[in-house]
């Protein structure tokens, strides 16, 4: 403590550390990660429903242009008609993507519902599943329920998302500019304005 008295440095010590009391600081908490046992959640019928704020989803930030806002889920367990436990996804919410064709920003309404069946490991690796069991996942005693929800929208995004068309950001002017005129003639153009 150069330049400071004992009693400035005493004091100094007082204020700014904790050598008088023992004070303990925690970060906020973490939210805590929604896991379920999937099978006995189908099996008693249960339901989930919340919320995921859209920037802790990182495998989906990637593919957002702005990371905003937060997505609704709901999961439902139960049964298919055949009494095969199933767990039924609602998620619903709005997604900031690019457009492709402008490369603007693009809000995509994210309106998701799906029932997604649960086998077992050896259904799996029996090759036990039927034609039309298309959308099934493993059953597991710890389903990371952010992660199932983070998967299904990312299945369900668009490959190339546009706006409907004239709605895009780019000007009228900018298209018919360059309308009808092939890369080269306009090359020869700018040539021809330089000489």
Known sequence: MDGLS???????????????A????????????????SLEFARSGEALHGSLPVPGLKRLRECLSEALGE???????????????????????????????????????????????????GET????????DAEWIEASAALDVAALVEDEILLSLPYAPRHEAG????????????AGLSAFAKLAALKQKRN
Do not use: H, W
């Open 6 to 20: 004992l009693c400035q440095s005493s004091i100094f010590l007082l204020n700014f550390f904790d050598r008088v």
């Open 22 to 37: 023992q004070k303990y600081y925690y970060a906020p908490p973490m939210p805590a990660q929604t896991v379920i046992d």
């Open 71 to 121: 997505v609704g889920f709901m999961v439902k367990g139960g049964y298919d008609p055949r009494q095969r436990p199933t767990l039924s996804l609602d998620i619903s919410g709005t997604l900031r993507l690019q457009c492709q064709r402008c490369l603007g920003a693009l809000d995509y309404p994210l309106r998701l519902s799906n029932t997604l069946r649960l086998v077992s490991a």
């Open 125 to 132: 690796a029996a090759g036990d599943l039927d034609e039309e």
């Open 167 to 178: 709605q895009c950001g780019q000007s009228l002017t900018e298209a018919k500019d360059g």
